[in-house]
Every structure is written in structure tokens, then in C-alpha cells.
Nanobody, 116 residues
Framework: QVQLVESGGGLVQPGGSLRLSCAASESIFSINAMGWYRQAPGKEREWVGNIVSGGRTNYPDSVKGRFTISRDNAKNTMYLQMTSLKPEDTAVYYC??????????WGQGTQVTVSS
């Protein structure tokens, strides 16, 4: 059972930046894809972006140009760098990992609050 642990959430002012981390308990070297999702109160979970094998990243228009996903295979960790944050980015952020055995794992989430 792979464990994913998100960290780095917190309170930030509009226009600020945060970097979230998603640490996996097992190697992510041969992983198919890792991604970030978020869920705001009363809303459905929303895809924030992903990074696939080979390192290509994909983002929805809502965060493109503001959010950047990267990974460090040596640390078994994926990152979400968030800049120019807006109040509407407030949500619980979750990471997931899709391993080569077709198993999908989720982290427990980390709260991001954008407010002045």
C-alpha cells in the first residue's frame, strides 16, 4: 500500500505563492502519472494538473501560467508551485499517483486558504 502525504498548505494573501509537496512512500521513478486535485466547500473535486512519465505536465485553463508541477524522483516527491494566488484557489488540495500496476492512490489533503 503506497502512502501519499501532502504538505505545505496554509494561509496566504491574494497574489502570494505557496509550494505544496506530495511525498510517496515508494519510488515514483516508473510511475505512470501523478496529479493534483482540489476541492472547495460545496464544490466537486477539480483537476489542477498532472505530470506524466517522461515529465510532460498538463493543466486546466484555470491555473495555467500560475501553477507548476514538478517531481524529484530521488526524493519520491511531487511538487505544486502556486503563484499569483486568488481567493478562488482556496480549497483542500489532494495529490494522487497512478502506478504501473494500474493502482491509483490518494493523499489525505492539505488546506490552502487565500485571504487578506
Amino acid at each position: 500500500q503506497v502512502q501519499l502525504v501532502e504538505s505545505g498548505g496554509g494561509l496566504v494573501q491574494p497574489g502570494g505563492s505557496l509550494r505544496l509537496s506530495c511525498a510517496a512512500s515508494e519510488s515514483i521513478f516508473s510511475i505512470n502519472a501523478m496529479g493534483w486535485y482540489r476541492q472547495a466547500p460545496g464544490k466537486e473535486r477539480e483537476w489542477v494538473g498532472n505530470i506524466v512519465s517522461g515529465g510532460r505536465t498538463n493543466y486546466p485553463d484555470s491555473v495555467k501560467g500560475r501553477f507548476t508541477i514538478s517531481r524529484d524522483n530521488a526524493k519520491n516527491t511531487m511538487y505544486l508551485q502556486m503563484t499569483s494566488l486568488k481567493p478562488e484557489d482556496t480549497a483542500v488540495y489532494y495529490c494522487n499517483a497512478f502506478y504501473s500496476d494500474n493502482t491509483l492512490y490518494w493523499g489525505q489533503g492539505t488546506q490552502v486558504t487565500v485571504s487578506s
